[in-house]
């Protein structure tokens, strides 16, 4: 019972976490408060004194939000699945629109990328142009005005 521990007489044994040695400890009580309840405590194993922490319900630990979500989220949605035979099978027959920063392009247009190569625009805004190549996604910057 909690209640008789936190009423343990001065200069008695109470067994309580111990905060520098963060385990459950046997501790002397060195005061009380008002109330007659223990308030301070001496660790018998590395004979800190600290404040007696009445046992508190567990609470539970926070669990860390993933805050990379953020950067996960802008991340062009591309059809990851596409494969690369796929990909190739959607290529095939297309003919490819040379890359250039002037170009404009839509989605689903064929593009040939002096660098990257051949690839599958799957999204288009005003000043970009998202492309899926063999080598995976790429956000190409396009000067339409
Ligand atoms: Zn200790």
């Known amino acids: 019972m909690t209640q008789n521990k936190d009423r343990t007489p001065v200069a008695q044994s109470i067994t309580t976490s111990c905060t520098k040695c963060k385990m459950e400890l046997s501790h002397i009580v060195i005061c009380h408060t008002m109330e007659g309840i223990v308030a301070r405590v001496k660790c018998r194993t590395c004979g800190s004194e600290h404040k007696y922490h009445p046992e508190k319900k567990k609470t539970p630990r926070k669990t860390a939000r993933v805050t990379g979500r953020t950067a996960a989220s802008r991340k062009v949605p591309v059809p990851a699945a596409l494969d690369f035979e796929q990909f190739s099978e959607r290529l095939k027959n297309r003919e490819p629109v040379p890359y250039s920063l002037s170009g404009s392009f839509k989605v689903d247009d064929v593009i040939n990328h002096a660098t ?23 956000t190409l910057v396009c000067d339409w005005g």
């Open 116 to 138: 990257h190569g051949m690839g599958l625009v799957t999204k288009v805004s005003r000043q970009r142009v998202w492309v899926l190549f063999f080598d995976g996604p790429r």
